[in-house]
């Protein structure tokens, strides 16, 4: 059993920034494909971006160029710094983790290939 707990989210304004946070329990053989989703009440839950067990990542068209996927090994932590945020952006945003080997890892995974999910941090951003 892996536990997730995103920490990070809150109100900007658009144009500024926020860096979420997602503590794990343990760095296992089940957070090998990490990744960041979002959802609103009007939207399916979308994926954002993955990082693999390489730390290679792979992003949304949307937010290309703009977040930041990453994590810290030593303190089990991922992270998503995200930059130049405008009002599409608002979502919760919610950390999960699967086994999913690292040629696979992409934020178009279905759900069901991660197995674990954080109970997800709101981010509200005003134009």
């Known amino acids: 059993q892996v536990q997730l707990v995103e920490s990070g989210g809150g109100s900007v304004q658009a144009g500024g920034s926020l860096r979420l946070s997602c503590l794990a329990s343990?760095?296992?053989?089940?957070?090998?494909?990490m990744g960041w989703f979002r959802q609103t009440p009007e939207k399916e839950r979308e994926g954002v971006a993955t990082?693999?067990?390489?730390?290679?990542?792979t992003y949304a068209d949307s937010v290309k160029g703009r977040f930041t996927i990453s994590r810290d090994h030593e303190k089990n932590t991922l992270y998503l710094q995200m930059n130049s945020l405008n009002a599409d952006d608002t979502a919760m945003y919610y950390c999960a983790a699967g086994a999913t080997p690292w040629t696979n890892c992409a934020p178009t995974l279905p759900q069901t290939a991660f197995d674990y999910w954080g109970q997800g941090t709101q981010v509200t951003v005003s134009s």
């Open positions: 343990a760095w296992t053989s089940n957070t090998r494909c």
């Open positions: 990082i693999n067990s390489f730390d290679e990542t």
